[in-house]
């Protein structure tokens, strides 16, 4: 059995910082990324970061420069630090898992966490 288990959501002033983790625990066999996607009301989700087992990242368009992506792959954790938070980044931010666990291994497919609430407002 895995898990994918996010914390640090909460609420914060426009031009605020927040933190995310993300632990992934269980009889994973493999990880090759670990990332976070955010889900306002009424649109799409969409990417905000991912970073690969290489240490390669990705960001979104709208994050680049104020969002920062880290992993410590010996614990199998993803960080996500937020600066100079807008309205606009409010949303349930999720977290993204792309592995192999002993049953699906050689194939890869992606476990999500349950989201966060993250709301920047005045």
């Known amino acids: 059995q895995v898990q994918v288990v996010e914390s640090g959501g909460g609420l914060v002033q426009p031009g605020g910082s927040l933190g995310l983790s993300c632990a992934a625990s269980?009889?994973?066999?493999?990880?090759?990324?670990m990332g976070w996607y955010r889900q306002a009301p009424g649109k799409q989700r969409e990417l905000v970061a991912a970073i690969t087992s290489g240490g390669s990242t990705n960001y979104g368009d709208s994050v680049k420069g104020r969002f920062t992506i880290s992993r410590d792959r010996a614990k199998n954790t993803v960080y996500l630090q937020m600066n100079s938070l807008k309205p606009e980044d409010t949303a349930v931010y999720y977290c993204?898992?792309?592995?192999?666990?002993?049953?699906?291994?050689?194939?890869?497919?992606?476990?999500w966490g349950q989201g966060t609430q993250v709301t920047v407002s005045s």
């Open positions: 993204n898992v792309e592995g192999s666990d002993l049953a699906s291994y050689p194939s890869t497919k992606p476990y």
């Open positions: 269980g009889t994973f066999f493999s990880i090759n990324a």
